[in-house]
């Protein structure tokens, strides 16, 4: 039930609510000012670029805040760090570019999504990530009340209080539920019920299913790759198969093939190239999947990086291929990252114990991100429809945090 603070002994503009009374009624708060716009449906058309200008000046004022506020982006934790959050923002201009999106989501919708699925993780900032099945206000949470202190809405003023009042309560709505915990969850006296992503006439609430289709695009294929092996630098509890697992880096874990034998399959089903398989390969029967549009954007993404990254995990040695070398698998990791010099080191130091697994293990490793590495390169060039574009927004927004 405990929170544990981050950020060391600095003082810091935001604390979340003390206790657990504050603590249900900060979050229950998130959902009944939600709840108060069920039955006003808005739909003012607002052209894209102007969709577009306002998400900007409202992710570039907040990000100023939070600065003054004494955060730093780059010291969020690894795997959830800048880099995620340069690429749901690139995600988030470049799915709402869609013109199947388009036509289905409303204005205010799309204004909601764009920020929610660009900031969704940043409670990371001020709470663990890991750890969380007993606590109340959880990442989502403590990143949807954090949002609410620095995010400023003024730009909204002329379309009317109920447009701006709906845009800043779904966005913050759809930060809070961008875990996808779709099962009541007891603690202590509470109850926390799964947050609702369909309105009562069961269409979907779409910055909900939009935050999470752009989340989800981060833990498949090459991404999910590079985040998986971030993730190692700190010990964690990992929920695989229905169960928490003790994750580490240690050589059960790094065992670098698929089980293939009944007797590999016990020995080796919680291991790292495990979990990254099961995500990539099980990803369209996932609940990220649901309200899927028939022929968007999003389908033909999933399935174009699910492919490479089966095809980069079920390879079999490469004995001929020219992996990277020590120094720029770091660097590369640490570019992917984007993170403080702080999470530089703990990066190299990573690597480095790449060295301490047996020979065979270390080279299959760098053979796969050397794989890896090389589609996140080809990616970024493969111009997809608004892609471009958006990467040139997300990057002017995350260069200079
Ligand atoms: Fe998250
Ligand atoms: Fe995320």
Not at 91 to 111: G, N, P, Y
Not at 263 to 273: F, N, P, S, V
Request: glycine share 6%.
């Amino acid at each position: 039930m405990k929170i544990k603070f981050l950020g060391g002994t600095k003082m810091k503009r935001f604390a979340l609510p003390k206790g657990p009374e504050n603590q249900i009624i900060a979050i229950e708060k998130l959902r009944s000012d939600f709840l108060n716009h069920y039955d006003h449906p808005i739909e003012n058309k607002i052209p894209w670029e102007e969709i577009e200008t306002i998400c900007i000046s409202i992710l570039d004022n907040f990000f100023i805040k939070v600065r003054e506020g004494g955060y730093n982006l780059r010291s969020l934790p690894p795997a959830h760090d800048l880099g995620h959050m340069q690429r749901d923002c690139t995600r988030s201009f470049m799915l709402l570019q869609d013109a199947t999106i388009q036509k289905t989501v409303t204005s205010e919708d799309m204004v909601a999504a764009i920020l929610s699925g660009t900031i969704h993780d940043i409670g990371m900032l001020i709470v663990e990530r890991y750890g969380e099945s007993d606590r109340l206000i959880r990442h989502a949470e403590a990143g949807a009340l954090f949002a609410k202190k620095f995010m400023n809405f003024e730009i909204l003023n002329s379309f009317g209080k109920e447009v701006k009042d709906y845009v800043k309560a779904m966005t913050f709505y759809s930060m809070a539920a961008h875990t996808n915990y779709d099962k009541p969850h007891t603690i202590g006296n509470y109850v926390i019920e799964p947050y609702a992503k369909i309105w009562p006439d069961k269409s979907p609430i779409w910055p909900v299913k939009l935050t999470r289709w752009i989340d989800s695009m981060d833990f498949n294929g090459c991404f999910a790759i590079f985040r998986g092996i971030l993730a190692l630098i700190k010990p964690r509890e990992e929920s695989m198969q229905g169960q928490f697992v003790q994750v580490d880096f240690d050589a059960q874990h790094m065992y670098p093939h698929l089980p293939k034998t009944d007797e590999e399959k016990e020995l080796y089903k919680k291991t790292a190239i495990k979990h990254m398989w099961n995500f990539t390969s099980t990803f369209n029967q996932m609940p990220f999947c649901e309200f899927d549009l028939p022929g968007g954007i999003m389908t033909e993404y999933r399935d174009m990086i699910s492919k490479i990254g089966l095809e980069i995990l079920e390879g079999e040695n490469k004995p001929n291929m020219k992996v990277v070398g020590q120094e720029e698998l770091s660097q590369c990791l640490c570019e992917f990252s984007m993170c403080s010099r702080d999470g530089q080191e703990k990066i190299f130091n990573l690597v480095e114990k790449f060295n301490t697994l047996d020979p065979g293990t270390k080279r299959r490793w760098y053979e796969i991100l050397t794989l890896a590495k090389g589609f996140l390169q080809e990616f970024e060039s493969l111009g997809l429809f608004g892609q471009d574009h958006a990467t040139q927004v997300a990057k002017k927004r995350f260069i200079t945090q």
